[in-house]
């Protein structure tokens, strides 16, 4: 079985957003780049996949640059049991939108015949959540979309993912692209000897021009960050009588604020 | 002046009630900047979203009928509305940001080679569409701006008051053009959540728990708050990890988002992770005994108190309340 797996790397959520200038702008400077942590189910599903049916192919794919993607690459993905890499660099891609990173994306994917593309979730950074579905359905394969389970078949799997006040279950031949997000499994870390081994696995870097397409034009555009709309004072209650506390908070609850 | 049109969605004939939201947003743009609303509705059976669909402001509805419609397929749902926009020719597509929206809208956007964003929170018209949406876990907001002849925007549920400004909306069909042959992914099944568990996306009130409460066995003091306010109980991280409550009850940036009317905050740190899942909500109430928690700040009103000592005098208070 030939799998591909999407990774993104972003800023880990801890990092502060500062907006500055005018027009507020992100100053990304400080940011620590991380592996997108929905990505790493994604790869953990990946391996266990491969590790289940004993043979096959893990690719990773990433639309990043090289020098900043590299160790993630190396630590979050080859050493924990993905094969090789392909690395679309191209300095024309910077900002570009969901819609034109699932195009890059489906180039790559292209050129090799995948049975399984499995992406996050989403993106904690931009928190779209489309890049996975759009690329299917350029491929045209089939999707299933946030998957909470997963069991494969010959030439066909079924999965299962939560909607609202229950569990759709989902038949799909293969090729699919699934999406993968918490609850579906728990990623393993790489040990130190994986590490060192996974620099003598393939990357492969290339640009959109060694894709053979043209640099996908992005048809969203980010005008302007603005800062979170404030929230009111908070009101505290006097918490000496815990009992009291809780009568004054139902009734302000109830007589102030009218939610109950 | 743009067309906007709403898709009202249903699951097993019930409407999800972020349509009404999206209609009575829409409404006031076009009221605002012309052009009309227009409800969008595929069922399998026959409906009656006319009414309220016009009473929240859509000048039209259009339908499309089919057996098919009886449950949710990706392909299906995109090749309908993809048949609807073309022949309608909106400039805006709104979808509610639901299980099923999240999955519609990607494809569909591809599709049409439109452009496409996700969970909004803010509408505007400058000349053209601009959509206020959060992003980073919601430590700051993007205003985007979209190209192209039509845009696909996911709506956040709650995000959108309700209003009921509209009249009697035209009625129309239209055909959805199916091809089901195309159509590879099936659900084969919808198991149904046990009866009375509120939806944690669509819940009016969410009480949620922390590692304050201790130890699994004290969940229960949750759930009975909850039910208390027919909330639906949700949990943070911490205690989903430790095996304590179930990761669907999972409340943030690797969990859920909501944002209902009141979420309750018990022994809550309030991580930046939890917020994002939850600082959206209208009213935030954070019991905690640690008064420094970071969680107060985004409350608006605070007890810094014991939880255990709290929340069951909370929880009687709010049943005498409900009781009237
Ligand atoms: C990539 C990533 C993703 C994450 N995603 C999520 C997510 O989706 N959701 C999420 O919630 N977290 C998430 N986290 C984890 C998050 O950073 C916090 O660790 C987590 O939210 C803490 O949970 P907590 O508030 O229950 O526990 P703690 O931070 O331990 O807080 C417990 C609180 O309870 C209070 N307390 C203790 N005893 C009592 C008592 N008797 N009465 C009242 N108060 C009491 C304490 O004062 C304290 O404030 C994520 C982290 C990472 C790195
Ligand atoms: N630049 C990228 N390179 C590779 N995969 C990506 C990239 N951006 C997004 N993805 C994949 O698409 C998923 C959803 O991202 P998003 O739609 O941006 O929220 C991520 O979890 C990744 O699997």
Redesign the interface.
Known sequence: MKIAVCVKQV?D???R?N?SGPVPE?DTSSFTMIIN??DQYAVEEAVKIKEKLGDGEITVVTVGAEARVREMIKKDCLAVGCDKAVVVDDAALAGA???AV?QVLAAALKREQFDLVLFGIKA???????????T???LG??????IGDLELKDGAL?AK?????????????TP?VLTC???LNEPRLPSLPNIMKAGMKPVEVLDCAGLGVEVPAS???????????P??E????D?ED??A???E??????ED?K?? | MPNIAVFIEQ?AGQIKKVAWQMLSEARKLTDAHGGEVWGVHLHAASCNVNEDAGKHGAHKVFTAEAAEFDR?D??LW?QAMAAFINEHKPDVVLVGS???G??L???L???L???????AVGLSWDGGL?V?????????????????DV?VVGIRPNAFALAETGGAAEAATFSPGLDAGA???????????AAG?I?L??AE?VVSGGRGIKGPENYAMIEKLAEA?GAASGASRAIVDAGWVD??H?VG???KTVAP??YVACGISGA??HL?GM?SS?????INKD?AAPI???????????VF???P??T???Q???KG
Do not use: W
Request: charge should be negative.
């Open positions: 800023p959520s801890e990092s957003i907006l992100l942590p929905y939108d969901s819609f699932a904690i950074d931009d928190d779209a959540s489309q890049v996975g579905i759009m299917a359905e350029l394969m089939p999707h299933v979309g946030y079924t993912r939560e909607i609202e006040g229950g569990v759709e279950v989902v038949d799909s031949p699919c997000g918490k609850g048809l969203t555009e980010v005008k302007q960050f603005a800062p979170p709309p929230r009111g908070c009101t505290m209650i918490a815990p009992a506390a809780a009568r908070l139902a009734r302000a609850l109830h604020a939610i109950i | 699951r949710y990706s392909e995109t639901t299980a099923m999240k999955d809208a990607p494809r956007a591809a599709r080679k439109a452009a496409c964003v996700s969970d601009v206020r949406r959060p992003v980073f876990a919601g430590k700051c907001y993007a205003d985007v701006a979209t190209r192209g845009a159509a590879k992914a099936k659900v084969s099944a919808v198991e149904t959540a568990q939806s996306t669509e009130v306010f990761y669907s999972q940036q690797t969990g009317n009141l930046i992770q994002a600082s209208k009213c935030i109430v954070a008064a107060f700040k985004v409350a608006d009103y605070g007890i810094a108190g014991d000592e709290v929340l005098a909370l009687e208070a709010v005498e309340i409900k």
